[in-house]
């Protein structure tokens, strides 16, 4: 067996890292690397990590576990933050709060339009790729095309559950099919968490007064308690 050993530059970069929305790589020699998004070639996984891109063989690799907590950034107005004029366009084009968008876009890349997850979903509104497809996507990565699709879909989730914020994102994150099925939130941890996260952000920008005048919405209750799923994220 091969051993590769990780850059001693790299290590330093994910110790000093700030806590971001990321996953969690643990190695066999119980290094756990801090990574924003990652893709497997052959017997190696590419991470990406604050400042950079990593290799690591798949063999060293033991668990891949997601971030349950992160530090958000802080409120500001749409329009002076990250992609804020694409933004503000894809909201008024399709009719979704400007700071919904912004909060989904936190909660699903911290805003790296080069994010991609564990299960493929990318760039900034992480869309697997088929859902771009659907949408005209021709390049995932674009932050402009990236925005305007996943704002789309957004809304029409919105639309489909008549407003409901929590059906909505737990829609986005787990699949409508789900959504529709029960007609409630998912009771999965990883979607149950996103939801919150979501609206926490989303609230917070409200109570700020950073937020802008928001379409009407509604919020159904989430589940007390919550298995794991293994459903793709939107």
Same mark, same amino acid.
């Given at each position: ?37 990652? !893709? ?62 912004? %909060? ?29 497809? %659907? ?68 609230? !917070?920008?409200?109570? %700020? ?19 794991? %799923? ?5």
């Amino acid at each position: 067996m091969r051993i590769v050993r990780l850059p001693l530059f790299a290590l330093a970069l994910v110790a000093i890292a700030p806590v971001l929305r990321a996953e969690y790589f643990v190695l066999r020699s119980g290094q756990r690397l801090s990574v924003t998004g990652y !893709q497997r070639i052959g017997d190696n996984y590419h991470l990406q990590i604050n400042g950079g891109t990593v290799d690591v063989p798949a063999e060293q690799v033991v668990a891949i576990e997601p971030e349950e907590i992160f530090t958000p950034l802080p409120p500001v107005e749409v329009s002076k933050g990250p992609f804020g004029d694409l933004i503000e366009a894809a909201a008024k084009r399709y009719n979704v709060d400007a700071d919904l968008i912004s %909060s989904v876009i936190a909660a699903e890349s911290n805003f790296d339009p080069k994010a991609i997850s564990r299960r493929n979903a990318r760039g900034l509104m992480q869309l697997l790729p088929a859902t771009a497809a %659907s949408l005209g996507v021709k390049n995932i990565f674009d932050p402009a095309e990236n925005i305007d699709a996943g704002t789309r879909y957004l809304r029409d989730l919105l639309q489909l559950y008549q407003n409901d914020l929590a059906l909505t994102l737990g829609a986005y994150n787990a699949g409508p099919t789900v959504c529709s099925i029960t007609g409630r939130v998912p009771p999965f941890a990883e979607t149950i968490t996103y939801v919150r996260r979501v609206k926490r952000t989303y609230e !917070q920008r409200k109570s %700020s007064g950073a937020g802008s005048k928001a379409p009407s919405v509604r919020t159904a209750p989430l589940p007390a308690s919550a298995n794991k %799923s293994t459903l793709a994220t939107q």
